[in-house]
Structures are given as C-alpha cells and as structure tokens.
C-alpha cells in the first residue's frame, strides 16, 4: 500500500480484504464458459464489498458512510444469492461456501 491511512487499520477492512480473496479462489472452481458471466459477476462485487468499505471509511459525513456501507452490505448479498447458484448448478459445494472467511 502506498498510503497508510486509518480505514486500513479497521477490522472490517481486512475481513473484506481476505473475502475478497476467497470469493477469486472459489470462482476458480468454475467452468470455463462463466468467465465473463458469473465469476466476472461475484469477483467484481466481491471487490465492490472492500472498496465501499475503504471509501466510505474516509466520508466526514456519518450519512455518506453509511451509504458506502449500505452499498458494500449489498454486494455481499449479491454474492450470497449467486453462490446458491452456483451450488445448485454443482459448481461448489455446501462445505467449499461455508469456508468463505
């Protein structure tokens, strides 16, 4: 990192930080034809969960930084609902889910 600054220091930040790593490492399960479909999808909200949480971190405003937060809560869901699917299609399973940090 070239700048140290106080968000990187939240807990939260380095969660999100390493799910976003697992949610790369469980898309490389996939089948190749998801490339630009689901693990595009999930790689790319999984980054938008760790990005909101730095940038509304540096908001002066508690009303902006819930906002990033609110949108960062939101692709976690968008993971969530997209890692069903990819069970229901045999792409994960049950315990390779669970084991997202």
Avoid: W
């Avoid at 399960?29 to 595009?40: D, L």
């Avoid at 999808?41 to 902006?64: D, T, W, Y």
């Amino acid at each position: 990192m070239f700048l140290q600054l106080n968000y990187q220091k939240l807990a939260i930040y380095s969660a999100s930080r390493l799910f976003v790593a697992d949610c790369y490492k469980l898309t490389n399960y996939f089948p190749a034809e998801e490339k630009f479909g689901m693990i595009s999808q999930i790689r790319r909200a999984a980054l938008s969960v760790h990005l909101n949480i730095a940038e509304g971190s540096s908001r002066k405003s508690e009303a902006e930084r819930k906002r990033y937060f609110e949108i960062s809560r939101g692709s976690v869901i968008e993971i969530d609902a997209a890692l069903d699917i990819a069970n229901d299609l045999g792409y994960l399973t049950d315990a390779e889910i669970r084991s997202i940090g």
